[in-house]
């Protein structure tokens, strides 16, 4: 800087620039005004030699007179009472209003000042009495079009200060202003989005208690509905389901009877074929001749016939046909409670995600399998609260039907997503599709498109009625050739104690895949 040497000079111009590159980089990134600033006084009083500062925007009060408040300031505070007032408000910035000073200068003139001898300057006020002497003071202020919008002062630089300084400091000013013009737009942005959050959420009490009026009117109507629909519709829906569930119930006792009986057989069966193929190790190299010609055809059909899987495999597929089995007992007695409109205990947490996956793979010997590829997307969505047997009905009743609605090779997609607070579960189809007529008739108890004898038409009724029970709702998309779409929307548990989504035990599922 001024008489140093031009080698120094350079270095101190570089630093300057490097720590005004800095700052520009550091604003871009986020970091706050004051922040920044108090870094930049640091470098500014560090090159200039001064022994303290300021840096400060210009305001107006309501007569239109000029005040500085800092954005960063040394703090040269000589009383206690003053160093409490000094960390109390610089947080928020101090404000200079006495404009018979020499920093009052600068605000009024909008032009530098520069004094080397403050006590004699007539512009100067004086200092408070234990005020650090000022021995010499710089004013710069900074504009842009014609609007003063800051202003910076530094004090007592060994041999005052000159021109040079000036010229030296240009850089300096051109970025503390284009910083606060640019943390003035960031300002004005945040209060212009902290008005929108704040009549948003005016918007969203309005709207929430008008939800909450059409929902207890609705729920009003609905229970009003539904006593009327009983009392036409599902007193025969009650009378076909007992019937159907005393018919299935017997039968079905002697599928499970028989299946455990099976299983002991079979189980018997493997210890004895176990010990046979231990009894053959013990007296194949005896044998010779006829015999043992006969035991290596036995070995051959044992491996043509990969019994060592079959009957590794033959137990698992007896213990889920014995889960299967249970799962029609209890859809059956989940039936006689819905026709019967009874209670069905206190609600669990429910894993949509698992209830699908396990409902797949019960179904994975039927229609679906043979005639569908299935592909998943589970998200990452949190439980419901409800009954995981009716909402395992509910999955199994849709994919039959999109099954049954694809003639020959087609898709079934299933996604499960999380929207607002609802659990969307959304299963489509490939097959031919349904008119605006037939889908106004859908959810109608005993209306189906099958022949005669092919359906009762209650499958979709009971699973209307199991989501409205579960207070979600079921929808269709649909055009004929173009495939279906069902819809599920079940609310999320939430916990009456925290208000929180409650966490549900067990892996959860969220990888999408594809079966066969």
Not at 136 to 162: C, D, H, K, T
Not at 192 to 199: D, G, T, V, Y
Not at 212 to 236: G, I, N, P, W, Y
Not at 405 to 434: K, L, P, Y
Request: with cysteine.
């Amino acid at each position: 800087m001024e008489g140093a040497p031009p080698e120094q000079q350079l270095e101190f111009s570089n630093r300057l620039l490097r720590a005004l590159t800095q700052a520009q980089t550091e604003f871009i990134r986020g970091s706050d005004a004051p922040g920044l600033f108090n870094r930049l006084l640091g470098v500014l009083l560090e090159l200039t030699s001064s022994e303290y500062g300021f840096i400060g925007e210009v305001h107006y009060d309501p007569k239109g007179l000029p005040f500085l408040r800092t954005y960063a300031i040394t703090n040269i505070a000589w009383t206690d009472e003053l160093r409490e007032q000094f960390e109390r408000l610089t947080p928020q910035g101090i404000e200079f209003r006495n404009l018979r000073t020499l920093f009052g200068a600068v605000l009024t003139t909008r032009k530098f000042v520069m004094s080397n001898d403050p006590p004699t300057d007539q512009r100067s006020g004086g200092t408070p009495q234990g005020h650090p002497p000022l021995k010499a003071f710089l004013g710069l202020p900074f504009n842009s079009g014609g609007e003063m919008v800051g202003m910076v002062g530094i004090a007592n630089r060994p041999g005052g200060y000159s021109q040079q300084v000036i010229d030296f400091l240009e850089p300096f000013l051109a970025t503390c202003c284009s910083v606060i013009l640019s943390w003035r737009s960031e300002q004005q942005r945040r209060r212009a989005e902290e008005m929108l959050r704040h009549r948003e959420e005016e918007l969203r009490k309005h709207r929430d208690h008008l939800e909450e009026l059409v929902q207890t009117r609705t729920e009003k109507l609905l229970r009003t509905t539904q006593e009327l629909e009983k009392q036409q519709k599902f007193a025969s829906m009650g009378q076909l389901a007992a019937g159907i569930a005393h018919e299935i119930n017997n039968p079905l006792g002697y599928v499970m009877s028989n299946l455990s009986t099976l299983t002991e057989y079979v189980s018997a069966f493997s210890r004895m074929l176990q010990r046979y193929r231990e009894f053959e190790s013990y007296v194949a190299p005896q044998l010779q001749g006829h015999a043992a010609e006969e035991l290596a055809r036995l070995r051959t059909f044992w491996e043509r016939e990969e019994l060592t899987i079959t009957l590794a495999e033959v137990k698992e597929v007896l213990n889920e046909s014995l889960e299967g089995t249970q799962r029609v007992k209890d859809i059956i007695q989940e039936l006689k409670k819905i026709a019967r409109d009874d209670d069905v205990g206190p609600p669990k947490l429910v894993d949509v995600n698992k209830e699908l996956a396990d409902t797949l793979k019960m179904m994975r010997w039927n229609d679906l399998q043979s005639r569908c590829e299935v592909r998943t997307e589970y998200g990452q969505v949190p439980a419901i609260l409800g009954y995981p047997t009716q909402i395992s009905q509910v999955f199994t009743n849709l994919l039959n039907n999109a099954a049954q609605a694809i003639e020959r090779r087609g898709e079934i997609r299933i996604s499960t997503q999380r929207e607002d607070d609802m659990v969307v579960v959304r299963i489509s189809d490939t097959g031919h599709g349904m008119s605006p007529e037939v889908q106004a008739k859908l959810f109608t108890p005993f209306f189906t498109t099958k022949a005669p004898g092919k359906g009762t038409g209650l499958g979709l009724s009971i699973s209307y009625n199991i989501v409205a029970r579960h207070r979600g709702r079921i929808e269709v998309q649909s055009q004929p050739g173009q495939g279906t779409t069902f819809v599920l929307r079940l609310p999320m548990a939430i916990s009456p104690l925290t208000g929180t989504q409650p966490a549900v035990k067990g892996p959860a599922l969220s990888a999408g895949g594809a079966t066969s």
